[in-house]
């Protein structure tokens, strides 16, 4: 064998990638020549080095402490397209307009973005409510309405939506906590409250699942006695868009229920408030065929306080 | 455990072993991530994608027909690749950077600035070279598991390595390493 021929699989040759027969030439090769020997040691010494470098700076590196707990929450995510489908129609109905929930690059997606349909449904069931009682009469043929804690202020309102399951409504919330926004739909219900001066934030999120559904790992708790799962170490923002107590001005229902009303139309001022977490913890339980899922910076204790004060939302008769 | 037993397990749904799979090889998966990328954000974010994407597809792994660990690593480079594109900056390729860009020899004066400067000129390599790089001296892949996992012919490994090291020779040469390095002569 040539040096030029040897040359090209020297580098083969110390990882141990020529042929039997390769390695027998180029052996014989190398007895006989100084400069490939030196080719060889040159190849050899820079193999290391490079080894040497890229051992080295791996070792320097590690995932973050969180790593676990935030895939365990983007499992979760996947587990449910339910939910993301009522984003999505959520969505539909007021695009660009909602509680926003962002992450850092270190955060945890928790939501893509919960549309801030919520608060237009909310005003919308308002003002069919306050205005047009005929109207009301009708669309209770295809709504149910439950009486939630008003997002506007001033004690509780009866909400609508096309429920298939009756949501739950805690029945205990710390001192200073507002509702934010009511949503619901045949399969899900989300439920948002926030302490603007402790800048606390409590999600509720009630998702419709198979009875034979289990709890995603994490560290086991118990809600009545129930099994429960409690995620911790979660980071994220969540954005707020803060309504003013009454409407501005009357609003028009649409006289088809199912008619999208744009929520360009609703002529309400807004101001958004970011709060951002890095000690958010999720609580996630079954009742029934429901899965439970609470998002919150509160403390472990008040958590399962509120958990363990959940029941069934009043159901109002809209005869 | 063996990383069957834990496989077994988590087809078998239990959510445990995949903690434990998750605990097993995360270290693996991101450190790989975090040197074909430099970035300690995009290596978290693609170790969270391999291991959603490994949750997704554990039920259908058929470890009769390859290795969990193979199949890990192409998932991983898959990732990184995904996420390089992503960032749409152009890779510049070693043999462009002129010689006056290089660090003087004089700025070397220990082990970890070698470390340093050696990382960096991997890091200056295209997508291609560095992929090998990192497979063979990183991972310590053979020739044959770097063609399956790049699903590539073990001849094109071949050409891949040599041209990185070829182009990586010629920019350390000009700075050369002040530590003895062990050098193996067969």
Redesign the interface.
Known sequence: MKCQEVN?LL?????H?VTPSERMLI?AH?VGCNAC?QE????????????????????Q????PQ??N??QA??IE?AHPSLSWFRTWLQRLAPGVGRIHQTD??GVKMKKGLAFTVIAALVIALAVMAFVPAVRAQVGELLRWFRFESPAGGGEVSIPGSVEFTPLRPTYLPAGFQAMSVGLNPEAASLNYWNSSTNQILIIDELRVSSER?L??GRKVTVNGQPAVLLTGLEGNISFVLLPPTPSAPITPPADSDQIVPLESVPVSETVETVSYTDGRQLIWHIGDVEIRMLSNLPEEEMIKIAESMAPAEEESIE | MDSADLIHRCQTGDEEGFAALFHQYKNLVYRTAYLMLDDAGEAEDVLQEVFVQVHRSLLTFDPLKGSFTTWLYRVTMNHCLSQRRKRRLPTISLDKVSAAALTEPQSLVNRVEDEEVVRQAVGRLNTKLRTVVILRYYLDLSYAEMAEILNVPTGTVKSRLDRALKTLRQELEMVPCTWPVKEVVK
């Open positions: 090209k580098l083969a040759y110390l990882n990638e052996r190398l020997q060889l040691a040159a190849l050899s010494a820079l193999q290391s080095r490079v080894r040497q470098s890229l051992q080295v700076s791996a070792a590196v590690a995932p973050s790593a676990w935030r895939l983007r499992l996947d690059k270190r289990s995603p790992p």
